[in-house]
């Protein structure tokens, strides 16, 4: 009983809301247009959970993440997008653990709960997205010898996808803005499989919830950063 009041004091009234909706409508979704793969319903549930800790700074999301990208990678091998297979237990799943053990060795002032955001220079900039060039390139030609599914927004997914997890590792509050434009990539490549499979519409309403949610992290976590900037240790 006591965990579940520290949650409610932990979570402010907005995010519990945010959490609750988002969780309705991915159930109205699924009990309208799928009713059958509880797999998409369970891998929406640890997805959107994980985006709640994301937006408090929380490592447990990056935990929640890992198990997702799991999930994921499968429900993206049964409609043969193994660009998005390739990339969930490829990229995201591995660099989600990296990302994980870098928010816990980098707590805000000790709170393991809350990691201190970092600024990245224009230096590391200009390195990230060479980086993505070179990882987006070779991802091309592996997607397009597995003959991929929608080539092209595929390729752009693993793009948007390298930028998220470089900035999450690296604990930037980018990192949201980056999945959140990986969502809306994942939202129209997931329209084209709805259009042969009704039911694959309750994975766009996810993608849709998901981009809400990331919004939301972006956004706390700029506020979050002030507040860091401002309560600096001397």
């Known amino acids: 009983m006591n965990k579940h009041i520290s949650l409610f004091h932990y979570f402010s009234k907005q995010e519990i809301g945010l959490w609750c909706g988002s969780v309705t409508l991915m159930m109205v979704s699924f009990l309208i247009f799928d009713r059958e793969n509880y797999l998409t319903l369970i891998a929406s549930f640890i997805g959107v959970t994980s985006l709640i800790y994301d937006a408090k ?6 935990l929640l993440m890992i198990i997702f990208s799991l999930f994921y990678g499968f429900i993206s091998y049964t409609y043969s997008y193994y660009g998005e297979m390739i990339t969930y237990l490829g990229m995201t799943a591995p660099m989600s653990i990296f ?10 002032n000790g709170d393991r709960s809350e990691v201190k955001i970092n600024c990245i220079q224009k230096k ?3 390195f990230m997205f060479f980086l993505t060039t070179i990882v987006t390139s070779l991802f091309y030609f592996i997607l397009k010898y597995f003959h991929t599914t929608h080539l092209f927004l595929s390729t752009i997914s693993v793009a948007t996808s390298f930028l998220a997890v470089y ?14 434009i990986n969502d809306i990539v994942l939202i129209f490549l997931w329209i084209f499989a ?5 039911s694959y519409l309750s ?6 919830v998901f981009l809400v949610n990331d919004l939301y992290t972006f956004i706390s976590w700029k506020k979050l950063h002030k ?3 401002r309560n600096k240790n001397p």
């Open 57 to 62: 700074g929380n490592p447990f999301g990056q």
């Open 99 to 108: 990302a994980f053990i870098s928010w816990i060795k980098n707590p805000y």
């Open 124 to 126: 590391e900039v200009v």
């Open 167 to 180: 900035l999450t590792f690296r604990r930037s509050a980018f990192f949201a803005l980056a999945y959140a």
């Open 194 to 198: 709805t259009l042969s499979d009704i």
């Open 203 to 208: 994975v766009i309403t996810c993608f849709v």
């Open 227 to 229: 507040f860091q900037e």
